[in-house]
């Protein structure tokens, strides 16, 4: 059972679940297809997503539509300034605050060798660019500007108070 929404409204629901899901998709892929392992405040980027995903999954099915699609946008925004403060630490702009650090274990493998064996993911170094923009870029342009184009179809969806 899904609920019906008028255009604008249905055009943000849609992009507030396929953000997250590209974001954490490409995420994931580059993570253990292409071996490009997350630094602590890649983690963070994906919890904006991961947030987002089961509001933006919601607003398919329950009502009202408009505050979960909200919420999803809030979570994908929080995802894309972090993006782009995590941009801003790889391209020198400014200094991080965190020590970046990884951490893997496998099923069945000793912690401390799991510990020793993970490697070192620093925050100010972007492991892959293209065309000098880095993944945490991308996510800073992805994110931001797609929470906005939410919250802009949001706005053009509401209902006009009449008197």
């Given at each position: 059972m899904t609920v019906s929404v008028a255009a604008p409204l249905r055009s943000a629901r849609l992009l507030a679940l396929a953000i997250p899901v590209i974001a954490l998709?490409?995420?994931y892929v580059s993570q253990y297809g292409f071996g490009l392992h997350p630094c602590e405040m890649c983690w963070w980027q994906r919890y904006g997503q991961m947030f987002a995903l089961p509001f933006a999954l919601l607003a398919f099915f329950w009502r009202p539509v408009r505050p979960l699609v909200a919420v999803a946008a809030l979570g994908i925004l929080s995802s894309g300034l972090i993006g782009g403060f995590h941009a801003g630490v790889e391209y020198g702009w400014w200094s991080g605050f965190t020590a970046c650090t990884?951490?893997?274990?496998?099923?069945?493998?000793?912690?401390?060798?799991?510990?020793?064996?993970?490697?070192?993911?620093?925050?100010?170094?972007?492991?892959?660019?293209?065309?000098?923009?880095?993944?945490?870029?991308f996510n800073f342009?992805?994110?931001?500007?797609?929470?906005?184009?939410?919250?802009?179809?949001?706005?053009?969806?509401?209902?006009?108070?009449?008197?």
């Open positions: 998709g490409g995420a990884s951490s893997t274990f496998a099923p069945g493998v000793n912690p401390m060798d799991a510990i020793m064996a993970a490697p070192l993911i620093r925050c100010d170094v972007a492991p892959w660019t293209l065309g000098g923009i880095s993944l945490a870029g342009l992805l994110s931001t500007l797609g929470a906005l184009a939410i919250f802009a179809l949001l706005g053009r969806g509401a209902p006009v108070a009449k008197g």
